[in-house]
């Protein structure tokens, strides 16, 4: 049995670190370690920032993203187009697209993707909040920009043909080679999906 080198603190400060998604007991160590050294620097505020997002952050009740305001930054922002919805499957797909700056819309967090296996089923997920948004009218487009797993278009299918009675456009993300990829280097999934989604020039 291993000694115990560090206060109990210190361990449930290890073990929480490694539930945070790509830390894993290793890094945690570390992660805590540099943390420690650097308390004042850093420590102290990443505590007090926890605190206040702890206290303050919200699931907004139109769109699913996270703020400190409920309905969030971006469904309340009127330069955005809410007539064009994304429709993402988690908060960090949102992200990931307005770090890109490709369209200025509105968004839908669905929390995952329908996956019988684990026991996700349409209820789990916030499909009902969009076909509600929808029916509410004033959206033209759907884009469903979910990832391209087997869950992923299990999941926009349903969408899809939970959407078919309304008078709304629904597309889909592109999946191909990437800006900058070299043919010799992609999956044949890949360069099937760029053969089939290929465009005029």
């Given at each position: 049995?291993?000694?115990?080198?560090?206060?109990?603190?210190?361990?449930?400060?290890?073990?929480?670190?490694?539930?945070?998604?790509?830390?894993?007991?290793?890094?945690?160590?570390?992660?805590?370690l540099?943390?420690?050294?650097?308390?004042?620097?850093?420590?102290?505020?990443?505590?007090?920032?926890?605190?206040?997002?702890?206290?303050?952050?919200?699931?907004?009740?139109?769109?699913?993203n996270?703020?400190?305001?409920?309905?969030?930054?971006?469904?309340?922002?009127?330069?955005?187009?809410?007539?064009?919805?994304?429709?993402?499957?988690?908060?960090?797909?949102?992200?990931?697209?307005?770090?890109?700056t490709?369209?200025?819309?509105?968004?839908?967090?669905?929390?995952?993707?329908?996956?019988?296996?684990?026991?996700?089923?349409?209820?789990?997920?916030?499909?009902?909040?969009?076909?509600?948004?929808?029916?509410?009218?004033?959206?033209?487009?759907?884009?469903?920009?979910?990832?391209?797993?087997?869950?992923?278009?299990?999941?926009?299918?349903?969408?899809?043909?939970?959407?078919?009675?309304?008078?709304?456009?629904i597309?889909?993300?592109?999946?191909?080679?990437?800006?900058?990829?070299?043919?010799?280097?992609?999956?044949?999934?890949?360069?099937?999906?760029?053969?089939?989604?290929?465009?005029?020039?």
């Amino acid at each position: 049995m291993a000694k115990r080198v560090t206060g109990p603190e210190i361990e449930k400060l290890i073990q929480l670190l490694a539930k945070v998604p790509g830390l894993g007991p290793r890094s945690a160590r570390r992660a805590a370690l540099h943390l420690i050294k650097k308390k004042d620097q850093l420590l102290g505020p990443l505590s007090h920032a926890m605190g206040e997002a702890h206290d303050k952050v919200k699931i907004c009740s139109c769109c699913g993203n996270v703020d400190t305001i409920d309905p969030c930054s971006v469904c309340t922002d009127v330069q955005r187009d809410s007539s064009v919805i994304i429709v993402v499957e988690d908060v960090s797909d949102l992200w990931a697209l307005e770090r890109a700056t490709a369209m200025n819309t509105a968004y839908h967090v669905l929390g995952g993707t329908l996956s019988p296996l684990d026991g996700i089923g349409p209820d789990d997920l916030n499909i009902k909040g969009l076909i509600e948004r929808v029916a509410k009218g004033g959206v033209r487009e759907i884009i469903i920009a979910v990832n391209a797993t087997v869950e992923g278009q299990t999941t926009a299918h349903y969408i899809t043909d939970h959407l078919a009675g309304l008078d709304v456009k629904i597309t889909r993300l592109a999946h191909g080679v990437p800006v900058g990829g070299e043919l010799d280097y992609l999956d044949e999934g890949t360069l099937s999906a760029a053969l089939r989604a290929r465009t005029a020039i």
